[in-house]
């Protein structure tokens, strides 16, 4: 967990920062999707290793990648609702976003390439070994 609040308030800090800055210059949508796209590429590569310390199989990253496209949209949901029907300053717009996509993204992440979801239910790893390695 602390990995992933480290790693993810990063990706989110940066991802954030950039966010609230292209959202000065492009309609809100088109700033989230830049800068979602960029946070997807550090999350399928460095969050089963880095966050989990787990080696995931292409599947998994793949069906990471999926779950973020579903947060992604979720995300787009949000800024609209904040955006056009609460008429939301721009920086509730970004908060919002971020607080609620943040949560999700960190349980697609321990479901899909979390060490856990390598275990089976005897408590061996799907690759064959024990928990102990």
């Given at each position: 967990?602390?990995?992933?609040l480290?790693?993810?308030?990063?990706?989110?800090?940066?991802?954030?920062?950039v966010?609230?800055?292209?959202?000065?210059?492009?309609?809100?949508?088109?700033?989230?999707?830049?800068?979602?796209?960029?946070?997807?590429?550090?999350?399928?590569?460095?969050?089963?290793?880095?966050?989990?310390?787990?080696?995931?199989s292409?599947?998994?990253?793949?069906?990471?990648?999926?779950?973020?496209?579903?947060?992604?949209?979720?995300?787009?949901?949000?800024?609209?609702?904040?955006?056009?029907?609460?008429?939301?300053?721009?920086?509730?717009?970004?908060?919002?976003?971020?607080?609620?996509?943040a949560?999700l993204?960190?349980?697609?992440?321990?479901?899909?390439?979390?060490?856990?979801?390598?275990?089976?239910?005897?408590?061996?790893?799907?690759?064959?070994?024990?928990?102990?390695?």
């Amino acid at each position: 967990m602390l990995r992933f609040l480290l790693l993810g308030s990063a990706n989110t800090l940066a991802t954030g920062a950039v966010f609230y800055g292209l959202a000065a210059a492009l309609p809100a949508p088109a700033a989230f999707t830049i800068v979602y796209a960029a946070g997807l590429a550090v999350v399928v590569f460095a969050t089963p290793r880095y966050v989990f310390g787990s080696r995931s199989s292409w599947s998994r990253r793949s069906l990471l990648a999926l779950w973020y496209f579903a947060t992604y949209g979720v995300g787009i949901g949000v800024i609209s609702l904040l955006s056009s029907i609460a008429s939301a300053p721009r920086v509730a717009v970004v908060l919002g976003t971020v607080c609620v996509t943040a949560p999700l993204s960190f349980l697609g992440a321990r479901l899909l390439v979390g060490t856990d979801a390598y275990r089976s239910v005897d408590g061996a790893s799907a690759d064959g070994s024990t928990p102990s390695g």
